[in-house]
């Protein structure tokens, strides 16, 4: 069946007031990872630093919480947060070319830091997956499930926002929230495909973003960003599988 224009419309125009405990979780999860990020952007300690941000935030809150909520306690789809096939050749192309986009900016950034090795910190950037699966996989989709589609794009803009406060200049922060709402409507305009967003788009943007907060990824960074990749990827594949073989269970105790 066909779905009309009109009706696409009245789809993203929609708002409605569902909340439940993915809403309630997603706002848990924004509230500890700025504690979080906070707290380890202050401590002198560099193993205090890393549990603190890279361990605790980045890897548990960020995607092996939301992760295994959706996948197992729920057991929804990969799709569900957006990791998808769907209009992926789309996804990409638009990727890639707002990522082009954006490279003058970036070295315009990159100008006043001339100490800063660009290819390094691009590539520790790109390495980053954990953000966007956050922001737009994990709480995008939990707003828009319980709010509409527009204000779950422009409440995980906010909250990907909100969380930097403290330890981004508030200009960075201000401009983190357009960024959020164009990256977010790219998000929902392919499907809600996270191609759309990362590798390339973010490995750009989040390139930016870290250089105007003084956050410089180096050669020593990458082994690590590398090792996190690998671990949070590995856990969302266990999942996924824990998920199916449930539902195999299901099914064939029901047939």
């Known amino acids: 069946m066909r779905i009309g224009v009109r009706q696409v419309v009245a789809k993203i125009l929609e708002v409605r007031f569902r909340p439940g405990a993915d809403t309630a979780l997603a706002l848990a999860t924004v509230v500890a990872f700025w504690f979080v990020y906070y707290v380890g952007a202050r401590t002198e300690n ?151 967003v990362w590798p390339l788009l973010a490995t750009v943007g989040s390139a930016i973003g870290t250089l105007q907060g003084d956050f410089v990824f180096g050669w020593n960074d990458v082994p690590v960003a590398v090792a996190l990749l690998v671990v949070q990827v590995a856990a969302i594949a266990v999942f996924a599988r824990w998920r199916s073989r449930t539902s195999e269970r299901t099914g064939a105790a029901s047939s």
């Not at 209009?87 to 100490?115: C, H, M, N, T, Y």
């Not at 737009?136 to 794009?153: N, S, T, V």
Request: hydrophobic letters at 60%; glycine letters at 10%; a neutral charge.
């Open 46 to 196: 560099e193993l205090a630093s890393f549990l603190l941000f890279t361990i605790l935030g980045a890897g548990l809150i960020c995607v092996v919480v939301p992760a295994y909520y959706v996948l197992v306690m729920r057991e929804e789809p990969l799709t569900s947060l957006g990791i998808t096939k769907r209009r992926w050749v789309l996804a990409l192309g638009l990727s890639a070319f707002f990522a082009a986009g954006s490279i003058p900016q970036l070295l315009v950034v990159a100008s006043d830091k001339p100490e800063v090795d660009l290819t390094a910190h691009l590539l520790g950037n790109g390495l980053v997956f954990w953000e966007p699966f956050f922001v737009y996989g994990w709480l995008q989709l939990r707003f828009e499930r319980a709010f509409g589609i527009l204000p779950g794009i422009f409440l995980a803009s906010v909250c990907f926002a909100g969380y930097h406060l403290g330890t981004f200049p508030l200009e960075a922060v201000a401009g983190f929230i357009l960024v959020g709402l164009l990256q977010g409507a790219l998000f929902r305009a392919v499907g809600a495909n996270l191609l759309v």
